[in-house]
C-alpha cells in the first residue's frame, strides 16, 4: 500500500512537471521545472533498485546538460520571448499526432507478455554490490558499445567546437 | 509491489508528453529539451524492465542513452549558437530557408 502510495506521488509529479516543461511561456522556468523533474526521476529509479543510474541522472542530466541548457538560454532575449505566441500555428497537428500516439502505445500494452527472468535477482545484486554488478556486464559482454559510446563522445566534443567557434580570417 | 504496467505507462506519458512538445513549440531550445523528455520516458520504461525481468542488461543500455542525450545536447546547442550567429531567431517558423 504504502509502494502504490510513493509510486502515485512520483508518477502525478512527473507528469506535471514534464506538462510544465512544454507549456511555460519562459525558457528558465522550463529549465527549472526540468531540473526538478529530474531528481523525482531519479528517485523513482531507487524505487527500482537502480541506484547508480539514479547517481548519474542527477550528476549528467541535472548537473551537466541541464547546464548547457542554461548557457544557450543567455543568448535569447527573454523579455522578447514572453510576448510572442508560445505555439507554432499548426500545433492542433502536433497535439492530435502526440494523443493518438498514446492511444496506440496504450492498446499496444495489452498484447505484452513478460520474458523469463534473468539470473540477476535482488539477493544477487545485493551480494555483488549494484555497481560492480553492472560494471561486469559493462566491460565483458558490452564492450564494443562501450568503445563506440566513447568515439559518440568525442565526436560530440569536436562537433560541438568546430561549430559552435568563430570563423577565422583567411 | 507496484505492477510493471504502471511504470510503462508512466514512460509512455512522459514520452508523449514530450513528442507533442516536440511538435507543438516554437522555441528551438524547448523543442531540444522535449527530445530530453522522449529520451528520460525510454529510461524510466528501461529501468522498469531491468528490475521486473532482473537482468542488468536494461540499466547498460540506460546508460549508453544517457551518454547519447549528453552528446546529443551538445552537438544541438552549438548549431543553435552557429544559427543564432547567422540569423538571430530561436523560433522554428522563422527559419525557412530550404523552403520547408
Redesign the interface.
Known amino acids: 500500500m504504502l ?2 502510495l510513493f ?1 502515485a506521488y512520483f ?1 502525478v509529479t ?2 506535471v512537471f ?2 510544465l ?2 507549456t511555460r511561456r519562459n ?1 528558465v522556468h ?2 527549472l521545472w ?1 531540473l526538478l ?2 531528481f523525482h ?1 531519479a528517485s ?2 531507487l ?4 541506484e ?2 539514479a547517481a ?2 542527477i550528476i ?2 541535472a548537473g ?2 541541464l547546464v ?2 542554461l ?3 543567455l ?2 532575449n527573454i523579455k522578447e ?1 514572453i510576448k ?6 499548426a ?1 492542433p ?3 492530435t ?3 493518438a ?2 492511444v496506440v ?2 492498446l499496444s ?1 495489452r498484447s ?1 507478455i ?2 523469463p ?6 539477493d544477487v ?1 545485493k551480494a555483488e554490490t549494484h555497481t560492480k ?2 560494471a561486469k ?2 566491460y565483458t ?2 564492450l564494443f ?1 562501450f568503445e563506440v ?1 566513447s568515439v ?2 568525442l ?3 569536436v ?3 568546430v ?2 567557434k ?1 570563423r577565422l580570417k583567411s | 509491489m507496484v505492477p510493471l504496467n504502471w511504470y510503462i505507462l508512466l514512460g509512455t506519458a512522459v514520452f508523449t508528453i514530450g513528442v507533442v512538445g516536440f511538435l507543438m513549440r516554437r522555441n528551438v531550445i524547448i523543442v531540444l529539451m522535449s527530445i530530453e523528455l522522449m529520451l528520460n520516458g525510454v529510461n524510466i520504461n528501461l529501468i522498469a524492465f531491468s528490475h521486473y525481468l532482473q537482468d542488468l542488461r536494461g540499466q547498460i543500455l540506460t546508460f549508453f542513452i544517457i551518454t547519447v542525450a549528453a552528446a546529443e545536447a551538445a552537438i544541438g546547442l552549438a548549431i543553435l549558437i552557429a544559427l543564432f550567429r547567422n540569423k538571430a531567431t530561436a523560433h522554428v517558423d522563422d527559419i525557412h530557408e530550404m523552403q520547408g
Open positions: 509502494q502504490q509510486f508518477a512527473i507528469i514534464s506538462i516543461v512544454i525558457p522550463s529549465v526540468m523533474l529530474f526521476i523513482l529509479y524505487f527500482l533498485n537502480a547508480f543510474i548519474i541522472q549528467v542530466y551537466a546538460i548547457l541548457y548557457f544557450v538560454i543568448f535569447l520571448e510572442t505566441n508560445r505555439f507554432i500555428n500545433w497537428t502536433g497535439f499526432f502526440g494523443i500516439l498514446f502505445f496504450i500494452l505484452f513478460a520474458a527472468p534473468g539470473i540477476y535477482s535482488i545484486i554488478a553492472l556486464i559493462l559482454d558490452f558499445p559510446a559518440v563522445l565526436v560530440a566534443i562537433g560541438a567546437i561549430l559552435a568563430r
